[in-house]
Nanobody
Framework: VQLQASGGGLVQAGGSLRLSCAAS????????MGWFRQAEGKEREFVGA????????RYADYVKDRFTISKDVAKKTVYLQMNSLRAEDTAVYYC???????????????????WGQGTQVTVSS
């Protein structure tokens, strides 16, 4: 599976961005697509994830009610809609794919098998 993330850029605080993650290759019904981010000098952290089958989602508390993950099965693409952006949301955002993940494990970066190249999101205050 190859993942291509896109959509990052520079936005003012309070603004919105939508990131995309296009998957190529084989994705099964047990696939979970996750979004992580890594700010400069900090560890990579979980943002949210969506199950390919059914579409259930899970979000980190610090993005809940501001970020939304959705999917387009036909396009094999997952989206991260980010609203009410804050300066602290500035980071490189990565998408990842794993299989058979459950809610308690999908927050861990080490359980994902495939990663996209990352896209920079910069929020100016």
């Amino acid at each position: 599976v190859q993942l291509q993330a896109s959509g990052g850029g520079l936005v003012q605080a309070g603004g919105s961005l939508r990131l995309s993650c296009a998957a190529s290759g084989r994705t099964g019904s047990s696939t979970v697509m996750g979004w992580f981010r890594q700010a400069e000098g900090k560890e990579r952290e979980f943002v949210g994830a969506i199950k390919w089958s059914g579409g259930s989602t899970r979000y980190a508390d610090y993005v809940k009610d501001r970020f939304t993950i959705s999917k387009d099965v036909a396009k094999k693409t997952v989206y991260l809609q980010m609203n009410s952006l804050r300066a602290e949301d500035t980071a490189v955002y990565y998408c990842a794919a794993g299989s058979g993940l459950i809610s308690s494990t999908m927050v861990r970066s080490d359980v994902y098998d495939y990663w996209g190249q990352g896209t920079q999101v910069t929020v100016s205050s």
